[in-house]
Every structure is written in structure tokens, then in C-alpha cells.
Nanobody, 116 residues
């Protein structure tokens, strides 16, 4: 069974930066894609960014040029560097990992609050 633990959320002023981390563990199976999603109050969970094992990335239009996803395959860790944060980036950010064989797992989320 896969386990994901996020860290790095917090309160930041608009224009500031945060770096989220997510460590995947608890399974002997390799991981295909990893990514970040976010859910703002009263809204559905939405894609922020994903990265494959080979390093191919994908970003939501709303974060392109401001957020950067990266991954350390040896550590089963995915990062999200968030720059030029805006109040509309406020949300709970969830890590997702697609394991081979056992499927997709989610972390419990980390709250990011951007004040204006």
C-alpha cells in the first residue's frame, strides 16, 4: 500500500514563495507519474502539475511560469516550487502518485494560504 506525506505548506504574502515536498513510501512497487493537485474552499480538486518518471512535466495554465515541479526518483520525492504566489493560489495541496500495479494514492494534503 502506498503512503504519501506532504510538507511545506503555510502562510505567505502575495508575491512570496513556498516549496512543497511529498515523500512516497510504503510500497515495493515503482512509481510512474507523480503530481500535485489543489482544492480551494467550495471548489473541486484540480490539477496543478504532474511529472513522469522520465521528467516530462505538465502544468495548469494558471500556474505556468510561476510553479516548477521536480522529482528525485531515488528518494521517491516530488517537489513543487511556487513563486509569485497569488491569493487565488490559496488551497489545500494534495500529492498524488501513480504506482505501477497498485494504482494511484493520495496524500492528506497541506494547506497553502496566500494573503493579499
Amino acid at each position: 500500500q502506498g503512503q504519501l506525506v506532504e510538507s511545506g505548506g503555510g502562510l505567505v504574502q502575495a508575491g512570496g514563495s513556498l516549496r512543497l515536498s511529498c515523500v512516497a513510501s510504503g510500497s515495493g512497487f515503482a512509481i510512474n507519474a507523480m503530481g500535485w493537485y489543489r482544492q480551494a474552499p467550495g471548489q473541486q480538486r484540480k490539477l496543478v502539475s504532474t511529472i513522469t518518471g522520465g521528467g516530462r512535466t505538465n502544468y495548469a495554465d494558471s500556474v505556468k511560469g510561476r510553479f516548477t515541479i521536480s522529482r528525485d526518483n531515488a528518494k521517491n520525492t516530488v517537489y513543487l516550487q511556487m513563486n509569485s504566489l497569488k491569493p487565488e493560489d490559496t488551497a489545500v495541496y494534495y500529492c498524488n502518485a501513480e504506482y505501477y500495479v497498485i494504482g494511484a494514492y493520495w496524500g492528506k494534503g497541506t494547506l497553502v494560504t496566500v494573503s493579499s
